[in-house]
């Protein structure tokens, strides 16, 4: 009965969670959607082996999950050809926030950092975690998330300026 | 909200899941616990299995046609080169820095044949030597180049610095090692290499470097920081010529990462980096001053402007605030002002003024952010434009004279005259210095 119990908790999960869920693993993909599927899916899968056992907000625990799988997935990564940052635009400074970035020069870039680097963004800056929780996430130091944070921004910002060039 | 915060909200807010993503996921959780309820036979056997494979050489031998680079058909070069213990030794430890997670981070899915060194020599900061391996990364044959010398902690032999072809950048030949992380090597790129031991600011903030070509012998170019210079403002460029500015095209720099930083994290993006503080307790990210409407077009962008205007180094890393001042001055000219970090500078403010048509026109470097003041920024613009302040408190005004009246009364940025002399936020006054 347990059991039972938990798989309803689990679907019931995965019923109201997964849009979000996916959202965060299509830009963990750097917009590559199928991947993001197959990336959520996957972990899902694992989550539910361990549901039980987690302690905390699953949904927390969840995308610690997908950001962790993203890191070590490169191999599934799809590379987006170069021809298609011939339409990147640049980034600016200021202005209305709504209006600023491109969001497909924004996917472009992502695509094109490491992987971890980009879990770091998209923990930070899309999920809204804190440093410290980012950390926690990744398993990794405030230290590392802090210098990961400012390279990554540093490094979408040349990398779409350079494509704009 | 952020900017990129919103921008991924944007980009992701059309994708939903598919019809009959919950069924496929509770299928596949059922399988891979039945699977794991019986695998633990399974599991010991492939712990041992990666145990034996560990222990061996963990590079494949490859059976396949000549490497596509022709450089691992050459004669090694250097004065080691007739020292086969000494190449054997530095493959050795190539092959045992290509760890499964080395490759994971790097995308390599396969190493070709074995490793080749193509340079060992004796140098200033000990023996080294450059060792290359073809491998496919990301589905491309590329060539792996890595350095390998002394750790200056112990004295042992170890993997200095790597490529990692499969990145945007991250093919650049160039490495930096030796006690201090000093000494500059670069793989020759076939164009003439170039070094700059740091850079300095002219009166308009922008940013010289003197260049020194660096000889190219035996296939690589080797370069010491002098001393009594950060290691860390040295730059190394190729082409031909010297550059002329520091605006000079990612093709032609030759980044490195510090040999320590490499030895510690394993790669060159985690390596420390100075946390300068910004000013980012502004309530109001963008601040307009001037008539409603008026300011310059909505997408500016200022980091090619202040590369172009030689304001910031050549390779530097590069953050800007979300803060910025729009709008325009009381002569119509369009303004845009915010901060940004050159690390390890302070955070400095910058201003862009604008044509009638909307183009930029000057691009300017402004003083350090004043952050634990009251106005932290404080901005005189050129030709009589005025004062650009801003604060995170509600009021501001300004005098012309310390004992004058005070006028005006703007909300958190204002442009104020430029002969005013102090301006007071909330009550509190501060003096205005050209």
Redesign the interface.
Known sequence: MAVHAADQDFEEFVVLRSQSLLRTAYLLCGGDRAAAEDLLQEVLEKVFVRWRRIKGPPERYTRAALANASANRWRRRSRKPEAAWEQAGTPSVGGHEDAVVDQDAVLRALAELPPRMRAVLVLRYFDDLSEAQTAAALGCATGTVKSQTSRGLARMRELMVEVAR | ?????????????D????AG??G???R??????AR?RTGLAITIAAVVGVVGFGAGVLVQAWQGPKPQDQRLLEATKGDLADDPARLAAAAGVWQRALTMSWR??R?V?EVHGQPYVYWAATTTAGEAAVVMQEARV??QVRTLVGLVGRDPADDEQKLLGSTSPG??GGDKESFQFGPGDRTFLVVDPMTPVYASASSTRDADGVVRRTWQEVPIVDGVALWTAPEGTDPSTARLVSGDGPPTTTNI??ERQLPTCPASGYLRYG?C?????A?TKMWDSTPR??MPVGPAGSG?P???????LLRAAGLVDVGA????SEW?V?GSTPDGTSL?V?EFVEDPRPSALYAVLFRANGTPDRVLLGPAVDVQSPVPVRLRLPDGHGWVVASDRTVLRYRTSTTGDWQGSYTYAAVIPDDAVQVEADGQVVDLVP
């Open positions: 909200m952020n900017e990129l915060g919103t921008a991924m909200r944007r980009a992701s807010e994708v939903d899941v598919r993503f919950t496929d996921v509770l596949g959780g059922r399988r891979r616990q794991r994971y981070d995308g899915t990301r589905d990145d945007l095209p990612r790669q993006d985690i390596t420390a980096y946390d990210p963008d310059p909505e997408k500016t962008d200022v980091y090619s890393t590069i953050r800007f910025t729009r845009l915010g």
